[in-house]
T-cell receptor, first 115, second 112 residues
Framework: GAGVSQTPSNKVTEKGKYVELRCDPI?????LYWYRQSLGQGPEFLIY????????DSGLPNDRFFAVRPEGSVSTLKIQRTERGDSAVYLC?????????????FGPGTRLTVL | DQQVKQNSPSLSVQEGRISILNCDYT??????FLWYKKYPAEGPTFLIS?????DKNEDGRFTVFLNKSAKHLSLHIVPSQPGDSAVYFC???????????FGQGTTLQVKP
């Protein structure tokens, strides 16, 4: 069966530009998570969706970051006015339900480089 | 503030010996702990977990120990195999929210 997929795998952009990162979760998974992993660090929580709604967006660093999941499946993470500090691997994960006890399956990530 | 800490960036072990990876946490509200394994260019994959009501959980070659009074957990891999070479992340959550807080990771190298 298909796992979590993320597109693009790599994205290079210039400072100040807008980017969109896409995540396709495992079919039937109601919970979807976005994390960000900087070099030498562990994944850092950004936002979590249960169905279409953001159940917890406490990890979004500022209002330049926004995420949507309009139909409860695919999610898009949007970053406005990108800064060099936004460079990182953006990981998406999904689970059957939004519970810590449900295994989170991660995608391979999108490596974002802001020049 | 780093709520979950893995103070050893790397560990090298001989094949067949035991690997012990350590993790410390500061938030006493954490009630569920997990270990993830990550190979290059792949996402992390779940390895093993433990609830705060237990002090040990075993799954094949992998055992996780939890010491709540010390706010410390460890992952034991025995016997270690070259295929175990990867980055290992400790993670914690509280209140069954699904939100995971990760440590910085420890790179394990198992030498043949």
């Amino acid at each position: 069966g298909a796992g979590v997929s993320q597109t693009p795998s790599n994205k290079v952009t210039e400072k100040g530009k807008y980017v969109e990162l896409r995540c396709d979760p495992i079919s039937g998974h109601t919970a979807l998570y976005w994390y960000r992993q900087s070099l030498g660090q562990g994944p850092e929580f950004l936002i979590y969706f249960q169905g279409t709604g953001a159940a917890d967006d406490s990890g979004l660093p500022n209002d330049r970051f926004f995420a949507v999941r309009p139909e409860g499946s695919v999610s898009t993470l949007k970053i406005q006015r990108t800064e060099r500090g936004d460079s990182a691997v953006y990981l998406c994960a999904s689970s059957l339900q939004g519970s810590s006890y449900n295994e989170q399956f991660f995608g391979p990530g999108t490596r974002l480089t802001v020049l | 503030d780093q709520q979950v800490k893995q103070n050893s960036p790397s560990l090298s072990v001989q094949e067949g010996r035991i690997s012990i990876l350590n993790c410390d946490y500061t938030n006493s509200m954490f009630d569920y702990f997990l270990w993830y394994k990550k190979y290059p260019a792949e996402g992390p994959t779940f390895l093993i977990s433990i609830s705060s009501i237990k002090d040990k959980n075993e799954d094949g070659r992998f055992t996780v120990f939890l010491n709540k009074s010390a706010k410390h957990l460890s992952l034991h891999i025995v016997p270690s195999q070259p295929g175990d070479s990867a980055v290992y992340f400790c993670a914690a959550s509280s209140g069954n929210t699904g939100k995971l807080i990760f440590g910085q990771g420890t790179t394990l190298q198992v030498k043949p």
